[in-house]
């Protein structure tokens, strides 16, 4: 149920969002400059800057993570809110499925984690009552047992 609920919820939210944003091709007016990490580990992005037209056909320019191999003049898409700023892909069928995945996993763990507590719940409380019981035994059983009066 949980992960029926997640993926319900998030594909509303991807449809919200597709129809908030939108997908515009971004002329780089640089090359991606790249910083090596470690040596180890090859390069990482820095980014580069970028012109793309906004959905109210204003001209915008930023900063954007260009793919390896982009040179300047190369286009490449990104994704931008109604007022033009660059913003992040909507969610797709993938990221639908991990969140579904996901909540599925965490329901299973809090159960599991609930059900453990109500059992030990349980369990000191059956401790209790034997304990008072075998308590009023021994005070039945103790005299005698003793010889003491």
Do not use: K
Not at 49 to 72: E, H, I, K, M, N
Not at 106 to 135: C, H, S, T
């Amino acid at each position: 149920m949980a992960g029926s609920w997640a993926h319900v919820t998030s594909a509303q939210e991807a449809q919200a969002q597709q129809a908030a944003r939108s997908q515009v091709p971004a002329t780089l007016l640089q090359a991606p400059s790249y910083v090596t990490v470690y040596p180890a580990a090859g390069y990482a992005p820095l980014g580069a800057v970028a012109r793309w037209r906004a959905p109210d056909g204003q001209v915008r320019t930023g900063l954007l993570f260009a793919p390896s191999g982009t040179t300047a003049g190369s286009t490449v898409p990104v994704w931008v809110d109604r007022a033009g700023q660059l913003t992040n892909s909507p969610l797709g069928p993938a990221q639908l499925a991990t969140r579904a995945c996901l909540a599925g996993e965490v329901a299973v763990g809090i159960l599991a984690i609930a059900l453990i507590a109500v059992g030990r719940l349980v369990r000191w409380i059956l401790d209790r009552r034997r304990m008072a019981a075998w308590d009023a035994d021994w005070l039945v059983t103790e005299p005698r047992w003793t010889s003491r009066q």
